[in-house]
């Protein structure tokens, strides 16, 4: 088989990143790199936190919320209180365009005739593609309090409880398939 040099690098591209994209998967719960997906938080007062997940393109909303939420119950735990109060939560959806430019002609197809194998060239020129990609970052402000939760707050939250309806729904790192 004999390619032109600009074709088989593009080949070997396409193959490269063809590859990469099938081995992402969506962020799984854990703490964030700076700048990258998973949860951080920041503490504002004793006993109050800003929390964020942000999760990758490949990451749900729901399942950037249900991580957010989950954070907040095992910081609650971890700083022995009992119940958390969510003040404020937002949800934000960011989206981003991806462009593909093929300018080798990418549409078109491999023939083989006598003598050689090669690449039909479209004439018209190049292709191209636009894919958007959205990715959603949940943040919340909240309150940790010890004690029983008051059943009429809907905002309150009891932490055990939270650990116990989300944490099924929780993958971890060690727990992801590749």
Known sequence: MIFK???????????????LAACVAPTPYQPAPPQGFG??????DQNRYRITFRGNAQTRRETVE????????????QAGFDHFIMVGRDTEAKTSYRYWV?????RGFFYHGF???????DPWGPT??????????????????K????????????????????????????????
């Open 102 to 106: 093929d300018m080798y002609g990418g």
């Open 128 to 145: 191209y593609d636009v894919e958007p990609v959205t990715t959603y970052i949940a943040s919340a402000e909240v309150v940790l309090i």
């Open 66 to 77: 249900d991580y957010l939420l989950y954070r907040a119950a095992e910081l609650t735990l």
């Open 39 to 44: 949860y951080s938080e920041d503490r504002l």
């Open 147 to 178: 004690g029983p939760r008051s059943d009429g707050d809907v905002r309150a939250f009891d932490a055990r409880e939270v650990l116990a309806q989300v944490g099924s729904r929780v993958i971890r790192p060690e727990l992801q398939p590749h």
């Open 5 to 19: 040099p600009s074709s088989a690098r593009s080949a070997l591209i396409a193959m490269l990143f063809g590859g």
């Open 115 to 121: 003598p050689r194998w090669g690449w039909y060239r």
